[in-house]
């Protein structure tokens, strides 16, 4: 059985290097769907609690909440970020609270105090979903990830690996040493 969320995200991205109007700086409402499996869980008969996968995606997918999106190789990469040194908001600044964690990964890095996320390719609706896999993929079981912005919707499933230890009292992963961290709980 699978439990479902979604989240509303707000972005500005452009495609460097496409003929049309994407090629200019412009923003979306993406919404963006993760489909979670596993056995339903006997103490609390649930798969896994959508708060709780919100809450574990959130701590990374807020890096792309009203964010600048850009390909590494665009050249107004360098631009944005000599502005944002003039302004003093390149190393953050007190009143952005939307960070989340920061990542470093083969098709991203995201640059939570700068609210900046530079991609390895063009952010299409396709390559979020790659990211966002590749970001949550050894935290959640997803089954399949649905992402649309604008006219554009693509969606992707994945072959869940393995069960997660999940507490009977209220559903959450448990960690590595088998303790909920929602409830206390010990396996």
């Known amino acids: 059985m699978r439990s479902i ?3 509303d995200l707000q972005y500005a991205h452009r495609f460097y290097g496409f003929k049309g109007e ?3 700086l412009h923003g979306h409402t993406g919404i963006l769907t993760i489909e979670v499996e596993d056995t339903i869980n006997p103490g609390v008969n649930m798969v896994f609690p959508c708060n709780e996968i919100k809450k574990i995606a959130w701590d990374v997918l807020r890096n792309f909440d009203h964010a600048l999106i850009l390909r590494k190789d665009d ?5 944005i970020l000599d502005v944002y040194e003039k302004q003093g908001i390149k190393d953050g600044h007190p009143q952005n609270t939307m960070k989340g964690e920061a990542f470093n990964t083969e098709l991203a890095v995201a640059y939570p105090d700068c609210r900046l996320v530079v991609t390895k390719e063009t952010m299409t609706v396709e390559g979020m979903i790659k990211i966002v896999y590749s970001l949550l993929k050894d935290k959640l079981n997803i089954v399949k990830i649905t992402f649309s912005s604008g006219v554009n919707a693509a969606s992707e499933e994945f072959e869940v690996h393995c ?3 999940r507490c009977p009292l209220c559903g ?3 960690d590595d040493n088998g ?3 929602k409830c206390g709980y010990k396996k």
Not at 75 to 79: G, K
């Open 163 to 165: 069960s997660k230890d």
């Open 75 to 79: 050249p107004i990469l360098p631009a």
């Open 5 to 7: 969320t979604t989240f």
């Open 172 to 174: 959450i992963a448990l």
């Open 22 to 24: 994407a090629q200019y």
């Open 179 to 181: 303790t909920c961290s």
